[in-house]
């Protein structure tokens, strides 16, 4: 067209275009393209899915729209063998694609949210699967409970063990609220089995009563998503995936997933957290003042429960057996059951905190132990015997090196020196706290066969660790007593006079009357002989010789009439 515009001949053009006079002619008058602008309704080849679309394929995505290519192409080769081969695959996605797009149903719509400051908190239970923590060297089964504000961004995070329980919703939940300094108007929650009853109806009346009072106490409106659309909490559900992901990177860029206490993991998890919030800062202030103030004091965020101590020293609590210090045997504990401890009181002193141990589903039996050697080592001191069929033994054993310690000494020694050696060795490292230096003590010792119960004694000074104190005991003087052995009773005075001054028409109480048997003084009883009972109470030290009472005894006095006792 540009060389006909420059004067060229109708074959000069077509020369320089590359094609023929007559098509040129034909581009010049617009006849080149006879089908331009119809719509391209034909086929350039045979349909492979002609004969099945329609009658097949067509009813049953109309019968189940969730349907996809892949499927239906299997179902194809199962039916028509040999038939329909790989090739058409792309060409049946294709066909499944529009029927969805013109005749499919209609889909479920993600709608944009706008979220007002202090309005919405969500909590949510995840668990991290990317990786397996361990503390020291074992496994930590747990969950991590998130805590979100919707407005702003801001969350927490918290290590949580056992399972989604109303326990662990409470102690998190508080935990959140104290960390951002207040509360919003609204908690949302999932339909957790702790928190609501699950029965269908409204959510004022499915709640369940110990979570109704918690919202109630820091002024929370309840609210949860539909069973099985998490899409509707997606507020927290999104932001799971995100803080696992970043956890997951940055326990990699620490080289190791152990931790020597779940406080370290718990530490460890704070600081990433702290680093996302870091970068909401601004918005989270503006959201803090419109927050709701914070109660003055905590809602329980555990159970309580009543349990009595048995003669073993232990308790039972949620199919989990406990040991105890002896000294409460036979009290009544009540025991406050939070997700991670148990802490036992009496009235309303605290007398224990035990870790709590979750029975693991796997577990066919339902029942677990959690003993410590601490609590009946005194007893177990004295019984060694004891410790050879405790049904607790392997227990009793702090970890596996002392177990590892025990198998050798028995292989040394007898069953009872063994057993005597390894009470001993638990009674010292409880008392003295050194589980780890007697570890090590009874490992060197085994080893040159030279451990013996006085050496081990020895060595932790425990003979010099218990004392007695010395009584300094001071005997007193006992010549006094050889007086009154050799004293010689004085002349009998008249029995007229005596008579006449004990009648008792003269007989007077005076206000301070001589004592009885005062040595050396006339009193109306001076005569009794008191030396037979001296010689049979008295401890006598004095090499003289005993006088016989027959030659010394006075005579005896007529009877005088018996006086009160008030009267001598």
Not at 28 to 52: M, S, Y
Not at 211 to 218: P, S
Not at 357 to 382: G, M
Request: aromatic share 8%; net charge positive.
């Amino acid at each position: 067209m540009k060389a006909r515009e420059s004067g060229f001949s109708q074959e000069t053009a077509a020369a320089k275009g590359g094609f023929s006079e007559r098509t040129g002619r034909r581009i010049e008058a617009g006849e080149h393209q006879p089908q331009r602008g119809r719509p391209h309704d034909w086929r350039t080849r045979k349909d492979p899915l002609a004969e099945v679309w329609d009658s097949e394929l067509v009813p049953l995505l109309q019968r189940q729209p969730q349907l996809q290519a892949m499927t239906l192409f299997e179902y194809l080769q199962q039916k028509y063998p040999g038939k329909y081969r790989q090739s058409i695959m792309r060409t049946l996605q294709r066909r499944v694609q529009q029927w969805k797009a013109t005749s499919g149903p209609a889909q479920s719509v993600m709608f944009e949210l706008e979220h007002q400051p202090g309005v919405m908190g969500l909590s949510d239970f995840t668990k991290l699967k990317q990786v397996q923590v361990t503390i020291a060297g074992q496994p930590l089964e747990h969950l991590l409970y998130h805590y979100r504000l919707a407005y702003s961004g801001w969350q927490y995070v918290q290590v949580i063990h056992g399972g989604e329980s109303l326990v662990a919703l409470s102690e998190g939940l508080q935990n959140a609220l104290a960390a951002c300094g207040g509360c919003p108007q609204e908690h949302r929650t999932d339909s957790l089995s702790a928190a609501y009853r699950n029965l269908g109806r409204r959510t004022s009346e499915d709640l369940t009563q110990m979570y109704q009072r918690l919202c109630q106490h820091y002024n929370l409106r309840p609210s949860r998503n539909n069973r099985g659309l998490a899409h509707e909490n997606g507020s927290i559900e999104s932001p799971h995936g995100y803080f696992k992901r970043r956890l997951h990177q940055a326990l990699l860029l620490r080289g190791s997933f152990d931790f020597d206490s779940v406080a370290a993991y718990q530490a460890f998890i704070h600081q990433v957290v702290e680093q996302l919030n870091r970068r909401i800062q601004a918005k989270f202030q503006e959201e803090q003042s419109y927050l709701h103030p914070l109660p003055n004091y905590r809602y329980p965020d555990y159970e309580i429960l009543s349990v009595r101590v048995t003669s073993r020293s232990t308790i039972t609590v949620r199919c989990v057996t406990y040991t105890v210090p002896s000294q409460l045997i036979g009290l009544r504990l009540s025991i406050h059951l939070h997700h991670d401890r148990i802490v036992g009181f009496v009235g309303t002193q605290q007398v224990v905190e035990l870790p709590r141990i979750h029975v693991l589903s796997s577990n066919p039996l339902r029942r677990s132990r959690c003993v410590n050697y601490r609590h009946v080592i005194d007893s177990l001191r004295l019984k060694p015997r004891a410790f050879l069929h405790c049904t607790w033994q392997q227990e009793l054993l702090p970890d596996d090196n002392y177990r590892q310690l025990w198998q050798e000494m028995l292989t040394q020694f007898d069953s009872y020196t063994a057993a005597r050696l390894m009470t001993e060795a638990l009674y010292i490292a409880a008392k003295q706290d050194k589980e780890h230096a007697v570890a090590m003590y009874l490992a060197d010792q085994l080893g040159s066969s030279t451990l013996s119960l006085a050496g081990l004694q020895q060595q932790f000074h425990l003979s010099e660790s218990v004392t007695h104190p010395t009584l300094a005991v001071q005997q007193h003087d006992l010549s006094p007593y050889d007086s009154l052995l050799h004293h010689v009773p004085q002349q009998q005075p008249n029995h007229s006079h005596r008579d006449s001054r004990l009648s008792p028409q003269n007989a007077q109480t005076a206000p301070h009357e001589q004592p009885l048997a005062r040595v050396g003084a006339s009193s109306p009883i001076a005569g009794l002989d008191t030396r037979a009972v001296l010689a049979c109470t008295v401890r006598i030290r004095s090499n003289a010789t005993l006088p016989s009472t027959s030659a010394t005894r006075p005579q005896r006095c007529p009877p005088t009439p018996r006086k009160r006792f008030f009267q001598l």
